[in-house]
């Protein structure tokens, strides 16, 4: 059995999550981080709550606390939408883990929540290892028409001010100077997992194999025939669900 508990992340923008413990928490203390991906017209809801059944699952068959976090402009989290700003909340659950005791944190990201968790592990070394489903190699294209990207982000709800941003360049340049590929450049001693689908239409797994490349140890699992929507495969979980086994066992 496991407890699952809606709470609030301290600091400004107010962030909504979910914290998932299980009944017997192992001696370890070991967490896990959840990072979403970028929200769509077709696919609103509340983020935090649509990974609450696979961190129940970590929670009851690995004994880990599970931390998913509503980023900044999503679901019921206060603020707008910047590329900062998402590693920024990203920080803030991790450090809300550790002021749980929790000393070992690991990253888990899909879609534009794997780039965000390989560019927060390669803020903070003290993170454990990574594990990332469709990640993004860098955000370029959002970059080259900022514009046309800010009208996306209404469009989703993530950005909900009219007078946000103040300056479209600024918030432009985070888009171009924050790269999962850079940041796997400066994660080299930590356990990497990549899964992606070959049927990705929207992040080619051509992605993946870029960012895997550059990491010296990386597990890589091209999965066929699965799209972007990977986390929910069986197949992905099932991998990831045995990295994290692993990973219990090695540290």
């Known amino acids: 059995m496991v407890s699952v508990t809606e709470t609030e992340l301290g600091g400004v923008p107010r962030l909504d999550a979910l914290l998932v413990e299980p009944d017997k928490v192992s001696t ?23 990974y609450e059944k696979f961190a129940e699952r970590i929670a009851a068959e690995q004994g880990w606390v599970v931390l998913a976090v509503s980023l900044r402009g999503c679901g019921a989290s206060e603020g707008q939408f910047s590329m900062s700003g998402w590693l920024e909340d990203i920080a803030r659950a991790i450090h809300h883990l550790r002021n749980k005791g929790i000393s070992k944190v690991w990253l888990i990201g899909s879609t534009t929540g794997g780039s965000l968790a390989l560019m927060a592990a390669a803020r903070d070394p003290e993170i454990r290892g990574v594990a990332v489903m469709a990640p ?5 294209d959002w970059a080259a028409d900022p514009r046309r990207f800010v009208q996306h982000c209404r469009s989703v709800g993530v950005i909900k001010d009219d007078s946000f941003p103040t300056s479209l360049s600024a918030w ?21 997992l990549i899964v992606h689908g070959t049927n990705d239409r929207q992040v080619p797994y051509e992605d993946a194999r870029q960012l895997a490349q550059i990491h010296p140890s990386p597990q890589l699992r091209l999965i066929k025939g699965a799209d972007h929507r990977i986390r929910h495969d069986p197949r992905a979980v099932s991998i990831l669900m045995g990295w994290l086994e692993r990973e219990a066992a090695e540290t």
């Open 28 to 50: 370890e203390r070991r967490g896990v981080v959840l990072c979403h991906g970028f929200p769509s017209a077709q696919r609103p809801g509340t983020p935090n709550r649509s």
């Open 136 to 140: 993004r190699a860098d955000f370029d």
């Open 172 to 192: 432009a340049r985070e888009l171009k100077d924050n790269r999962a590929v850079d940041a796997v450049q400066r994660i080299q001693d930590m356990p990497l």
